[in-house]
T-cell receptor
Framework: DVKVTQSSRYLVKRTGEKVFLECVQDMDHENMFWYRQDPGLGLRLIYFSYDVKMKEKGDIPEGYSVSREKKERFSLILESASTNQTSMYLC?????????????FGSGTRLTVV | DAKTTQPPSMDCAEGRAANLPCNHSTISGNEYVYWYRQIHSQGPQYIIHGLKNNETNEMASLIITEDRKSSTLILPHATLRDTAVYYCIVRGMYSGGGADGLTFGKGTHLIIQP
């Protein structure tokens, strides 16, 4: 089975800190994604990447950046964490370009910014 | 991608079939219907997808109406572990090369009652 592993399950950071959320997949998938999930708002796409060193903005990229230096790893960076970035962050990968199936999600990182 | 409408919540007795409806009246000819579910504190999980024919796999069946304006996900013998939020997603092939992410709505919270 494809595994998408997020480095932390729970994280507490202070306002203004630089925060790195790491995601690793083990099945050689081309495509990787970062979502955040908030009550009442559902899952929203932050950034995605379809190849090493390639990145595309999703629906809510403000306040975030990403890094894809290796195929298996996709990092989400909060340059200066703010309390409104308190959320559940979900990483996903997919093999098939352009299709809607075969997305595999990690278990999520619950980030609290205080 | 076409918009979908799902009931916010549904109950089903354990052991019975759970039928989850989804309306997608603006679906276009090349758009597929995908179903994912999210069990509490986990990332979404792919269930099934279809274009116009009914589909079945080890998890569920997908019934798409002839006009393709609605579909029903069927869990034939629901168990307590099927309690989750179920998302119906309609999208076509992304033409930009890599995958561009899935758009999740609010979904249906299915509660299986013992």
């Amino acid at each position: 089975d494809v595994k998408v592993t997020q480095s932390s399950r729970y994280l507490v950071k202070r306002t203004g800190e630089k925060v790195f959320l790491e995601c690793v997949q083990d099945m050689d998938h081309e495509n990787m994604f970062w979502y955040r999930q908030d009550p009442g708002l559902g899952l929203r796409l932050i950034y995605f990447s379809y190849d090493v060193k390639m990145k595309e903005k999703g629906d809510i990229p403000e306040g975030y950046s990403v890094s894809r230096e290796k195929k298996e790893r996709f990092s989400l960076i909060l340059e200066s964490a703010s309390t409104n970035q308190t959320s559940m962050y979900l990483c996903a990968s997919s093999l098939f370009g352009g299709l809607g199936y075969g997305y595999t999600f990690g278990s999520g990182t619950r980030l609290t910014v205080v | 991608d076409a918009k979908t409408t799902q009931p916010p919540s549904m109950d089903c007795a354990e052991g019975r079939a759970a039928n989850l409806p989804c309306n997608h009246s603006t679906i276009s000819g090349n758009e597929y219907v995908y179903w994912y579910r999210q069990i509490h504190s986990q990332g979404p999980q792919y269930i099934i997808h279809g274009l116009k024919n009914n589909e079945t796999n080890e998890m569920a069946s997908l019934i798409i109406t002839e006009d393709r304006k609605s579909s029903t996900l069927i869990l034939p013998h629901a168990t307590l572990r099927d309690t989750a939020v179920y998302y119906c997603i309609v999208r076509g092939m992304y033409s930009g090369g890599g995958a561009d992410g899935l758009t999740f709505g609010k979904g249906t919270h299915l509660i299986i009652q013992p």
